[in-house]
C-alpha cells in the first residue's frame, strides 16, 4: 500500500531563518505530487506541483521554493523565512498516470510551522 | 476558471440527527468532485468523490453525497451523525477539461461541523 510521510510535525523557527520540509511518498512510482498552505485552520491554498523530477510548478509567487530531486521526494524550502510563512503546510500526492484525472490526492499529516 | 464554494462556515447537529454540508461548484466542462475530512493538526482524509454515474455516491464512514447537475452542488450528507464525525469538511473539484496529470485540487474554504451528544 502506498503512504506518505511528512517531517517535521511542528516547527518553531526565527524570521530569517531558512526552511526545509520533506515530504516522501512510499509504495508508488512517477506520483504528481503537491504542497498546500492552510492559513487559521480554514481554506488549503496550492503552492507547488510537480508531475516528475526536476519539474515544479508554481501557482502563487512567494517566499517559498520546491525542488524534487527524486521520484518521491518534494522539499519545501526557503532561504529567510516572514512572519506571514506561518501556517500548516501539507504535502500530498496522486497517481500520475496520463489520463487519470479523476484519481483523489491523498494527504500526509501536516507540519505546522510558526514564525516568531 | 475552476472554484468550489461552500457557504456555511460551521454547521451544528444533535447526535442521531441526519447532517448536510453544503458545496456547490463552478467548472468550464463536467466535474470531478471530491469531499475530504480533516481532524485537528492533521492531514485531510478523503471521504468520497463523484466522477460518473450514479448522482448519490457513497463513502466512508456512512457518508454520501449527492451530484446535483442543475444546482451545481455536491452536498455531503449522513443520515444519523456522531458526536465523532466532528471536523472539517472540504469540497473539492478538478475539471475534466483540465486534462493535464498535474492538475492539483481545488478546495473550498471548509465547513466546522460540530455534533452534540
Known amino acids: 500500500s502506498q503512504t506518505i510521510h511528512q517531517w517535521p510535525a511542528t516547527l518553531v523557527q526565527p524570521v530569517g531563518s531558512p526552511l526545509s520540509l520533506e515530504c516522501t511518498v512510499e509504495?508508488?512510482?512517477?506520483?504528481?505530487l503537491y504542497w498546500y498552505r492552510q492559513a487559521a485552520g480554514r481554506g488549503l491554498q496550492l503552492l507547488f506541483y510537480s508531475v516528475g523530477i526536476g519539474q515544479i510548478s508554481s501557482e502563487v509567487p512567494q517566499n517559498l521554493s520546491a525542488s524534487r530531486p527524486q521520484d518521491r521526494q518534494f522539499i519545501l524550502s526557503s532561504k529567510k523565512l516572514l512572519l506571514s510563512d506561518s501556517g500548516f503546510y501539507l504535502c500530498?500526492?496522486?497517481?500520475?498516470?496520463?489520463?487519470?484525472?479523476?484519481?483523489?490526492?491523498?494527504f500526509g499529516q501536516g507540519t505546522r510551522l510558526t514564525v516568531v | 476558471a475552476q472554484s468550489v464554494a461552500q457557504p456555511e462556515d460551521q454547521v451544528n447537529v444533535a447526535e442521531g440527527n441526519p447532517l448536510t454540508v453544503k458545496c456547490t461548484y463552478s467548472?468550464?466542462?463536467?466535474?470531478?468532485l471530491f469531499w475530504y475530512v480533516q481532524y485537528p493538526n492533521r492531514g485531510l482524509q478523503f471521504l468520497l468523490k463523484y466522477i460518473t454515474g450514479d448522482n448519490l455516491v457513497k463513502g466512508s464512514y456512512g457518508f454520501e453525497a449527492e451530484f446535483n447537475k442543475s444546482q451545481t452542488s455536491f452536498h455531503l450528507k449522513k443520515p444519523s451523525a456522531l458526536v465523532s464525525d466532528s471536523a472539517l469538511y472540504f469540497c473539492a473539484v478538478r475539471d475534466m477539461l483540465t486534462n493535464q496529470a498535474g492538475t492539483a485540487l481545488i478546495f473550498g474554504k471548509g465547513t466546522t461541523l460540530s455534533v452534540s451528544s
Open positions: 509504495g508508488t512510482s512517477n506520483p504528481n
Open positions: 467548472v468550464s466542462g463536467n466535474p470531478y
Open positions: 500530498a500526492w496522486r497517481r500520475g498516470l496520463i489520463g487519470e484525472v479523476n484519481t483523489e490526492a491523498f
